[in-house]
Protein backbone atom coordinates (compact mmCIF):
# COMPACT_ATOMS: atom_id res chain seq x y z
CA UNK A 1 0.00 0.00 0.00
CA UNK A 2 1.34 3.59 -0.66
CA UNK A 3 2.09 6.01 1.91
CA UNK A 4 -0.47 7.96 1.15
CA UNK A 5 -2.91 5.28 1.03
CA UNK A 6 -1.47 4.27 4.52
CA UNK A 7 -2.31 7.65 5.59
CA UNK A 8 -5.42 8.04 4.79
CA UNK A 9 -6.55 4.59 6.19
CA UNK A 10 -5.35 5.33 9.21
CA UNK A 11 -6.75 8.76 9.22
CA UNK A 12 -10.13 7.69 8.56
CA UNK A 13 -9.53 4.89 11.45
CA UNK A 14 -8.65 7.83 13.51
CA UNK A 15 -11.55 10.09 12.19
CA UNK A 16 -13.96 7.06 13.00
CA UNK A 17 -13.21 7.85 16.76
CA UNK A 18 -15.63 10.77 16.45
CA UNK A 19 -19.20 8.78 15.80
CA UNK A 20 -1.46 -18.22 13.56
CA UNK A 21 -1.22 -21.56 14.75
CA UNK A 22 0.62 -24.70 14.46
CA UNK A 23 3.15 -26.28 16.75
CA UNK A 24 6.75 -24.62 17.23
CA UNK A 25 8.26 -28.02 15.59
CA UNK A 26 6.31 -27.16 12.32
CA UNK A 27 7.06 -23.62 11.69
CA UNK A 28 8.73 -23.56 7.77
CA UNK A 29 12.09 -22.12 7.72
CA UNK A 30 10.78 -18.28 6.45
CA UNK A 31 8.59 -18.46 9.62
CA UNK A 32 11.54 -19.23 12.25
CA UNK A 33 13.24 -16.76 10.76
CA UNK A 34 11.26 -14.01 11.62
CA UNK A 35 10.94 -15.14 14.96
CA UNK A 36 14.90 -14.83 15.40
CA UNK A 37 15.72 -11.79 17.45
CA UNK A 38 17.04 -8.91 15.82
CA UNK A 39 19.55 -5.83 16.59
CA UNK A 40 16.83 -3.84 17.50
CA UNK A 41 15.68 -6.12 20.31
CA UNK A 42 12.29 -6.55 18.77
CA UNK A 43 10.82 -8.50 15.47
CA UNK A 44 12.18 -6.01 12.92
CA UNK A 45 8.49 -6.55 10.82
CA UNK A 46 6.64 -5.20 13.11
CA UNK A 47 9.31 -2.64 14.47
CA UNK A 48 9.19 -1.16 10.82
CA UNK A 49 5.41 -1.72 10.48
CA UNK A 50 4.50 0.41 13.34
CA UNK A 51 7.28 3.59 12.18
CA UNK A 52 5.93 3.54 8.54
CA UNK A 53 2.25 3.20 9.90
CA UNK A 54 2.69 6.09 12.23
CA UNK A 55 4.80 8.15 10.46
CA UNK A 56 2.18 10.54 9.85
CA UNK A 57 2.03 11.52 13.81
CA UNK A 58 4.62 13.45 15.43
CA UNK A 59 7.15 10.78 17.48
CA UNK A 60 7.55 11.34 20.94
CA UNK A 61 9.53 8.00 22.20
CA UNK A 62 10.93 5.36 19.52
CA UNK A 63 12.90 2.86 22.20
CA UNK A 64 13.78 0.06 19.56
CA UNK A 65 15.09 -1.94 22.62
CA UNK A 66 11.65 -2.07 24.03
CA UNK A 67 9.58 -2.31 21.53
CA UNK A 68 7.94 1.01 22.31
CA UNK A 69 6.57 3.63 20.15
CA UNK A 70 4.91 7.08 21.50
CA UNK A 71 3.70 9.49 19.36
CA UNK A 72 2.74 13.22 20.20
CA UNK A 73 -0.32 14.48 19.92
CA UNK A 74 -1.79 14.51 16.09
CA UNK A 75 -4.84 16.81 14.73
CA UNK A 76 -6.14 15.58 11.89
CA UNK A 77 -6.55 18.48 9.46
CA UNK A 78 -9.88 18.06 8.00
CA UNK A 79 -11.04 17.91 12.34
CA UNK A 80 -8.43 20.02 14.29
CA UNK A 81 -11.13 20.36 17.30
CA UNK A 82 -9.62 16.47 18.42
CA UNK A 83 -6.73 15.38 18.37
CA UNK A 84 -5.35 11.91 19.26
CA UNK A 85 -2.16 10.48 20.45
CA UNK A 86 -1.17 6.47 20.38
CA UNK A 87 1.42 4.27 22.15
CA UNK A 88 2.02 1.08 20.27
CA UNK A 89 4.14 -1.48 22.12
CA UNK A 90 5.93 -4.88 20.41
CA UNK A 91 5.11 -7.67 22.90
CA UNK A 92 7.05 -10.73 21.16
CA UNK A 93 10.09 -11.53 19.12
CA UNK A 94 7.51 -13.31 17.27
CA UNK A 95 5.11 -12.25 13.85
CA UNK A 96 1.98 -12.67 15.39
CA UNK A 97 -1.30 -11.10 15.83
CA UNK A 98 -0.86 -10.61 19.65
CA UNK A 99 2.62 -9.48 19.43
CA UNK A 100 1.66 -5.94 18.95
CA UNK A 101 -0.42 -3.72 21.29
CA UNK A 102 -1.56 -0.38 20.51
CA UNK A 103 -3.35 2.38 22.85
CA UNK A 104 -4.97 5.47 22.15
CA UNK A 105 -6.02 8.57 23.85
CA UNK A 106 -8.43 11.05 22.19
CA UNK A 107 -9.38 14.87 23.14
CA UNK A 108 -11.77 17.26 21.84
CA UNK A 109 -11.45 20.88 21.88
CA UNK A 110 -14.37 22.49 24.09
CA UNK A 111 -14.18 26.00 24.91
CA UNK A 112 -10.31 26.45 24.31
CA UNK A 113 -9.67 23.62 26.62
CA UNK A 114 -8.53 20.08 25.48
CA UNK A 115 -11.07 17.45 27.18
CA UNK A 116 -10.28 13.93 27.49
CA UNK A 117 -12.84 11.94 24.97
CA UNK A 118 -13.36 8.12 24.73
CA UNK A 119 -11.88 6.02 22.14
CA UNK A 120 -13.41 3.49 20.06
CA UNK A 121 -12.53 0.25 20.97
CA UNK A 122 -12.62 -0.91 16.96
CA UNK A 123 -10.21 1.83 15.77
CA UNK A 124 -7.32 0.62 18.57
CA UNK A 125 -8.44 -2.74 16.70
CA UNK A 126 -7.92 -1.30 13.83
CA UNK A 127 -4.58 0.29 13.61
CA UNK A 128 -3.50 -3.21 15.41
CA UNK A 129 -5.03 -4.60 12.18
CA UNK A 130 -2.90 -2.00 9.72
CA UNK A 131 0.75 -2.89 11.70
CA UNK A 132 0.18 -6.25 11.19
CA UNK A 133 -1.13 -6.14 7.78
CA UNK A 134 2.26 -4.07 7.07
CA UNK A 135 4.42 -6.61 9.07
CA UNK A 136 3.35 -9.02 6.70
CA UNK A 137 4.07 -7.41 3.24
CA UNK A 138 7.33 -6.76 4.54
CA UNK A 139 7.99 -10.26 5.34
CA UNK A 140 7.03 -11.33 2.36
CA UNK A 141 8.90 -9.25 0.58
CA UNK A 142 11.89 -10.08 2.67
CA UNK A 143 11.65 -13.47 1.63
CA UNK A 144 10.03 -13.27 -1.44
Known amino acids: MKRAGRVLLVGAALAALSACGGGRNERPAADVASAQITSIGVNSYLWRATLETLSFM?????????????TDWYANPSN???????????????????AVRVAA????????????????????????????????????SAIG
Open 58 to 70: PLTQADSAGGVVV
Open 105 to 140: SRQILQGGVWVEAPVEAATVQKLEDIILTKARDLRR
Open 80 to 98: PNERMKVSVTILDQDLRAD
